[in-house]
């Protein structure tokens, strides 16, 4: 099964902004004793954390799946090289469209 990444949820984004501050009151606490290494480490460790946050807010919403669905969606795209992305896109979209009976919208994403 291929790894999931990180799922942008409230509680990792409220994680992730616990441990920026955290880091950040270290960085000046290491800055004003003026150990300069251990300010490089730290200044470098606060800037991986904001990347790491600010990829949590800029990914599309994500939709929770029963585990039995998500085996299938890693197995099709397994076995087809397609991203999952990919894949439930078309089918979120064939869904739709059944349910609207709109056969123009099939399996075309609104981007």
Do not use: H
């Amino acid at each position: 099964m291929r790894g999931r990444g990180v799922v942008p949820t409230q509680r990792n984004k409220v994680v992730g902004a616990i441990s920026a501050v955290a880091i950040a009151v270290a960085l000046v606490d290491v800055v004003i004793a003026g150990t300069w290494d251990t300010a490089l480490v730290l200044g470098f460790a606060l800037l991986i954390q904001l990347v790491l946050i600010g990829s949590l807010y800029a990914r599309r919403p994500t939709v929770s799946l029963r585990g039995d669905l998500y085996r299938w969606l890693d197995e099709r795209a397994g076995a087809t090289g397609e991203p999952i992305e990919r894949i439930t896109d078309r089918c979120v979209a064939a869904y739709r469209a059944n349910l609207t009976a709109d056969s123009d919208d099939y399996g075309r994403p609104d981007r």
